[in-house]
């Protein structure tokens, strides 16, 4: 018998008018795309009406340029706040909870009218999508880590668009995401996609705070450019967790890896279609990408250093070797102490003499096993080049 348990069946627009003309056809054509593979964060205070109720249009419009943006051959992952501000409107707790509850509550209520407005929104465009919920904890595990890659490449190579948030029902408070752009700036380094587009309540960052006279919009960071000259405001937002300090280090950190990131404003019209077609000049801050890409797994060590077991302080020749231009992998003879407790395939941090961490790796030897072992001529490496992120 021919039995075939997942069955993808696609579904035929419903809106007319919604095809390509042909005028409009020869326009894309001729205005060629800038990416192919693009996350787009969207956060709760882009997706909320001032009195905490979700904006049922704003999220039609975003959609709807996701959904144009798909016709025309990019590969999108939407990943969506405001389950927690959905919820919060929606039902009141009928008595006093701890904030841990109450973000469990108004989550798990909240979670089920932000997809199902989002599965709706994406039928209307003739688009099938899927919910995916994770956790910080997912990511430090390479299994989990890659099966969860796994997932969303088979969602995208079957043409459904995976809306991602994070599992706040089920999320440990001590190893919660910062605030989903952290979860949008792993999600754009696992998948290795092209660009960032986090979509915010502002245009980007600002020489100074944006109502201050004589404040200007930064166009342009260039990759490992120092904060100096940008005013990054550590206040949070009214309905989100996040702020643009993380904004600003997730940016950072992905263009260091050869991902182009956008902070954008998701509250201006066809603010995606856009910067994707370089048009009209919208408003934004764009931190370009490195030349140098980063392997996979040094992309997800680059990610890993919460979820490091221990540590090893190395000696100052190790430290040349390691920050020299060869490819070389951290030996044993290296190692100076160790600390924490430790399997072999674990994560570690790398630190100097001095305390400064230079990087993070997956080890070849238990910690009991490097305490014998270190300063030693042990030939394996304790963390082969391959498995060796430096920050
Ligand atoms: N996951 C949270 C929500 O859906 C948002 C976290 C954030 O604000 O970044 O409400």
């Known amino acids: 018998?021919?039995?075939?348990?997942?069955?993808?069946?696609?579904?035929?627009?419903?809106?007319?008018?919604?095809?390509?003309?042909?005028?409009?056809?020869?326009?894309?054509?001729?205005?060629?795309?800038?990416?192919?593979?693009?996350?787009?964060?969207?956060?709760?205070?882009?997706?909320?009406?001032?009195?905490?109720?979700?904006?049922?249009?704003?999220?039609?419009?975003?959609?709807?340029?996701?959904?144009q943006l798909k016709k025309?051959?990019?590969?999108?992952i939407l990943v969506t706040s405001g389950a927690v501000a959905a919820g919060r409107a929606e039902v009141e707790s009928l008595k006093k909870l701890d904030p841990i509850s109450s973000r469990q509550l108004w989550s798990a209520v909240g979670q089920v009218k932000l997809i199902n407005h989002y599965a709706d929104l994406f039928h209307k465009q003739g688009v099938i999508c899927a919910q995916v919920l994770t956790t910080k904890e997912n990511f430090g595990d390479r299994h989990h880590y890659l099966n969860m890659r796994n997932c969303m490449q088979t969602l995208l190579e079957n043409d459904v668009i995976p809306v991602v948030n994070e599992n706040d029902t089920i999320s440990v408070t001590e190893l919660m995401f910062t605030d989903n752009d952290e979860l949008s700036g792993l999600i754009a380094s696992m998948m290795d996609m092209e660009a960032l587009i986090i979509l915010s309540n502002v245009d980007g960052l600002y020489t100074s705070a944006p109502d201050q006279p004589g404040s200007e919009l930064i166009r342009i960071i260039h990759p490992h450019r120092t904060t100096e000259g940008i005013s990054i405001s550590a206040t949070k937002s009214d309905f989100g967790r996040g702020g643009m300090l993380t904004k600003y280090h997730i940016a950072s950190k992905l263009a260091g890896q050869g991902i182009s990131v956008y902070i954008a404003n998701g509250f201006k019209e066809r603010i995606l279609t856009d910067i994707l077609h370089s048009m009209n000049q919208p408003a934004f801050t764009h931190f370009l990408p490195a030349a140098k890409k980063s392997s996979g797994v040094r992309k997800w060590l680059s990610h890993s250093d919460d979820f490091a077991r221990g540590e090893v302080v190395i000696n100052e020749g190790a430290r040349t070797a390691l920050l020299s231009d060869k490819a070389v992998s951290l030996l044993m003879i290296g190692i100076t102490s160790v600390t924490g407790y430790f399997k072999e395939g674990d994560i570690v941090r790398i630190k100097d003499g001095m305390g400064n961490l230079l990087g993070l790796g997956k080890t070849s030897f238990s910690s009991d096993e490097t305490m014998v072992e270190k300063g030693g001529k042990k030939t394996k490496p304790f963390i082969h080049y391959d498995y060796l992120y430096l920050v």
């Open 1 to 67: 018998m021919n039995f075939n348990p997942i069955k993808i069946r696609r579904i035929k627009p419903k809106t007319k008018g919604k095809k390509l003309g042909l005028i409009q056809l020869i326009f894309f054509m001729i205005n060629s795309l800038s990416y192919k593979k693009i996350v787009v964060k969207v956060g709760s205070n882009v997706l909320t009406k001032p009195d905490g109720m979700l904006n049922i249009s704003r999220m039609a419009h975003l959609v709807e340029q996701i959904a």
């Open 72 to 76: 025309e051959g990019v590969q999108v």
